[in-house]
């Protein structure tokens, strides 16, 4: 299953795409990231695992400017995100799509529309040109004969798939996967996950990825992140990390979850 738009992205050179340095964030008195620093090399596949509250999606909402950091500086492809000016950021979240727990599609719109919205009115493209590019989207997430549905109309992993087309919609260089399969019912897990490894497989995307499915982490990965307290206490190649990890806690944390 080849993305019709995968020529799209830009060419992997293995160059650094994605750089947090000395971020912080705070919530109240409580610290969820803790004068972060790492590094995500374009194309690779990073996941980050660890407990729940150890920082995790608010590195990729920090990505996606739904929120912003009290200190230390975030840089996507040389371009600052965090401090830049408005205009700075908003240039560079175009390149950065995200897929959420919840589906948040527009309900009174049909799938087809609700992936060529963002093209059309975002990027500038045709009315034609959107939808040719969501057909091949939905023809990629096996859902071809979906594209006059109504996400009530559709099932949870159907919807999230539509949501995954949505983000692919943009071409970004950089796709965040929050916890993507945590609202499904179980039976729907497994299509989901297998869609976007065959995203993983056939395209130069840059993914960044927090989930609690431990094979899929495994199965996509070129590094895995472990965190704890809003720092990363280890990382290296999921063989690595699930097989023979270093740090006690990191052990432990895969103990109670695979």
Do not use: W, Y
């Not at 993507?180 to 960044?208: H, K, N, Q, Y």
């Amino acid at each position: 299953m080849k993305d019709p738009d995968a020529n799209a992205n830009p060419p992997v050179d293995g160059s650094e795409l994605i750089r947090f340095e000395k971020v912080t964030k705070r919530f109240g008195s409580n610290t969820v990231l803790d004068n972060l620093d790492f590094a995500v090399d374009s194309g690779k596949h990073v996941t980050l695992i660890g407990p729940s509250g150890s920082g995790k999606t608010t590195i990729l909402r920090l990505l996606m400017t739904l929120t912003k950091p009290d200190e230390g500086t975030i840089t996507v492809d040389g371009e600052k995100l965090f401090p830049a000016p408005e205009k700075q950021v908003r240039e560079v979240r175009k390149n950065i799509g995200m897929v959420f727990q919840q589906f948040n599609l527009f309900p009174n719109m049909s799938a087809l529309r609700n992936i060529t919205e963002a093209p059309v009115t975002v990027l500038g493209l045709s009315k034609d040109e959107a939808e040719e590019r969501a057909r091949g989207l939905l023809d990629l997430v096996g859902l071809a004969d979906k594209a006059d549905a109504r996400p009530t109309q559709l099932s949870g992993g159907q919807q999230q798939r539509v949501a995954i087309a949505r983000a692919l919609a943009m071409r970004p260089q950089v796709l965040l996967l929050d916890e993507v399969t945590s609202a499904l019912d179980p039976e729907l897990v497994a299509g989901v996950l297998d869609v976007l490894r065959d995203i993983a497989r056939t395209t130069d995307i840059t993914m960044l990825c927090v989930t609690h499915e431990m094979n899929f982490a495994r199965d996509i990965s070129d590094q895995v992140l472990m965190f704890d307290s809003g720092r990363v206490i280890e990382s290296g190649p999921p063989e690595k990390i699930f097989s023979d990890p270093e740090q006690d806690r990191t052990r432990e944390f895969l103990s109670a979850v695979l």
